[in-house]
């Protein structure tokens, strides 16, 4: 069933006869949790089309990296306390380095945001920023459910979700990692990863063009 057609019929549902309070807002609650979802799926194929069009330019200049991450860290405080995680962040220790803001900010969120929908309760989030010589490095890794080796190359896929049919209680719709490697071709970088099944997942955002 569609969302649109699961919205539609919980409402129906609820004009067909009189119930208790509590139930219209059981009810209600849940197709105003339907319609933000929605709007978030809307909001993510939008994000692709502009992407994909070149829509938003990509623009480089000297930013603090650091204060990105915090702010990604703190639109997600409520689901990072409901789940008991425990962060682990490493920042630059010299901050600032030249690199496109809003392309970053969009890709930490989708990698820091699937780290916490697939952490298992009390566990970890590791995050480091460093330098090489090589260029600019973060590092996304979590203690979660893990990838199966066969679908890494399909992770990046639009609407592709690992092994969505044993965990179908996580909700999401296959297009955060879609957008975050589109996001990084876009500015020059690369995004990988590397999991293990039941251990956990890396992604790695590098920039070895920018300094």
């Known amino acids: 069933r569609t969302p649109l057609a699961v919205l539609k ?3 129906e549902v609820l004009i067909r006869r009189g119930r208790d309070q509590k139930e219209y807002e ?7 949790n339907e319609i933000d979802r ?4 809307a909001e993510q194929l939008l994000t692709i089309a502009r ?12 930013e603090d990296i650091n204060n990105i991450v915090k702010a990604i860290l703190d639109r997600f405080k409520d689901p990072i306390n409901t789940q008991k995680l425990k962060l682990n962040v490493n920042y630059l220790h010299d901050k600032t380095c030249k690199i496109d803001a809003y ?16 952490s298992r309760m009390s566990g970890e989030i590791s995050i480091s920023i460093f330098k090489t010589p090589n260029g600019l490095f973060c590092e996304v890794c979590d203690e979660g459910i893990g990838i ?6 399909k992770i ?3 609407f592709y979700r690992s092994d969505a049919v044993n965990h179908h209680t996580i909700k999401g719709n296959g297009l955060g990692l879609a957008i975050a490697r589109k996001a990084a071709d876009t500015i020059g970088a690369t ?20 300094s």
């Open 38 to 41: 929605m709007s978030k799926s």
């Open 103 to 118: 392309y970053s900010d969009l890709i930490l969120e989708n990698l820091i945001s699937n780290a916490i929908k697939y």
């Open 191 to 210: 995004l990988t990863v590397e999991s293990i099944i039941n251990e956990g997942s890396c992604f790695t955002l590098s920039y070895p063009s920018i």
């Open 26 to 32: 059981e009810k209600i609650s849940f197709c105003i």
């Open 156 to 158: 990046f896929d639009s």
């Open 9 to 11: 019929g919980t409402l």
């Open 51 to 62: 992407i994909d069009n070149y829509q938003v330019n990509s623009k480089v200049e000297l």
């Open 148 to 153: 199966n080796k066969k679908e890494l190359g």
